[in-house]
Every structure is written in C-alpha cells, then in structure tokens.
C-alpha cells in the first residue's frame, strides 16, 4: 500500500534553516506529482510547494516562495523540503501529499502522510 | 492566494443529511472542479471525492460531491458518529498556478 513517511521536524530559531524528507514506498514514485502542505495548530490546510513527477516544474505558495525549495530524488523514492529563512508563523505540521492520476484520484491529494512537526521559536 | 469558501461549522442529528459547501471561481471549482477531504482529529487527510463526483475506493456511497458553476458540495447521508470531523475542500487554481484550499467545516452529528 501507499506510504509516506515524513521526516527532519523540530524546534528551529526564526532566521534558520531545516530540511524535511518524505520517503515513499508502495507506488512507483517517478510517476507521480508529489506536494507539501502544512497545518498550523488548530488551523485548516495550506498548500506550501509542488512538484512534477520528473521534478521539471515547481510551484510555490505566495509565503514561502523564495525561502522554500521543493525537490525530489526519484533515485531514493524522497521528496524534500529546504526551509530556509524560517518564521514564527511557519510553525505549522507540514505533510507531504501524493496527487492522483487519471485512473484514480486525479487533480486530488490522495494519500498523505502523517506530518512532521515543525516549531519556529525563539 | 485567496482560498475557496467553506462555512466553518455544520450541525446535524443522527442518520440526517448534510450538505457542505465549497464557492471558488471560474480558476479554480468552475474550471477542474473541486475535491473533498476528510480530517479526523489528530489524523491525516483522507481523499472522499475528487474531479467533482468520483470516489475513491473503499469510500462509502453516503458520501457524493456535485459541483455547480463556482461551488462545489458534498452530501453526506444517514450521518453516523464517525462523520463527525473537519472536511475540507481543494481545487487547482489556473490562474494562480497555486492550489488552495477551503478553510474547512467542522461538522457535528448531533
């Protein structure tokens, strides 16, 4: 079955930088559009950064373009997520997400995984 | 980047209807449609409906989405204590090349 396993949360100073990882297994990763979203405690979801299946294109949220970096290693079936710059209010549990294809779940998130915790905190 | 419009709390008895909303525009639920999420506390997002009205599998038949120019709803029949959860919305939005997000209905099952 499809998993998703994020890791690399933690407290962080605001102004610094942390790497999230999100190791796949249980589909063929090369083949699909990979995603991160985050929830901030006690909030509704919001989109950070995407990726294509072969990592041609990215795409951004307004708040975090040019502080964050979305790649993938198709190699290691893991997504990334390079934080840099980070802020108060990007505290927040950041997942990453898999879009579904045609056969099934297409322009949807339809598996995620269970988060990493991320606390921007002086 | 503006979201998509969900009213934030749905309250219902046992075995009722509910209908949730979701209104964006012609970018985002008008052009490719709109998909429906479910969040249990303290679980991820778990896909109910996507592209408008198909299901994944394993997803109950109580629960069907439509979409109507702009907004999209998600019916969900003869409520049942396990309905009780966050659901939220998601759409692909083309002139934003951004995905967003409703802010989510906490629906209650009275």
């Known amino acids: 079955q499809v998993q998703l396993v994020e890791s690399g949360g933690g407290v962080v100073q605001p102004g610094r930088s942390l790497r999230l990882s999100c190791a796949a297994s249980g589909f063929t990763f090369s083949a699909y559009h990979l995603h991160w979203v985050r929830q901030a405690p006690g909030k509704g979801l919001e989109w950070v950064a995407s990726?294509?299946?072969?990592?041609?294109?990215?795409f951004y949220a307004d708040s975090v373009k040019g502080r964050f970096t979305i790649s993938r290693d198709n190699s290691k079936n893991t997504l990334y997520l390079q934080m840099n710059s980070l802020r108060i209010e990007d505290t927040a549990v950041y997942s990453c997400?898999?879009?579904?294809?045609?056969?099934?779940?297409?322009?949807?998130?339809?598996?995620w995984g269970q988060g990493t915790l991320v606390t921007v905190s002086s | 980047q503006a979201g998509l419009t969900q009213p934030p709390s749905v309250s219902k008895g046992l075995r009722q209807t509910a209908t949730l909303t979701c209104t964006g525009n012609s970018n985002n639920v008008g052009d490719q449609g709109a998909a429906w999420l479910q969040q249990h506390q303290d679980h991820p997002p778990k896909l109910l409906s996507y592209r408008n009205n198909n299901r994944p599998s394993g997803i109950s038949e109580r629960f069907s989405a439509s979409r109507s120019r702009n907004t999209a709803s998600l019916t969900i029949t003869g409520l049942q204590p396990e309905d009780e959860a966050d659901y939220y919305c998601?759409?692909?939005?083309?002139?934003?090349?951004?995905?967003?997000f409703g802010g989510g209905t906490k629906l209650t099952v009275l």
């Open positions: 997400a898999r879009e579904g294809d045609d056969a099934a779940g297409a322009n949807a998130f339809d598996s």
């Open positions: 998601s759409a692909w939005d083309s002139s934003l090349s951004a995905w967003v």
């Open positions: 990726t294509s299946y072969d990592g041609s294109d990215e």
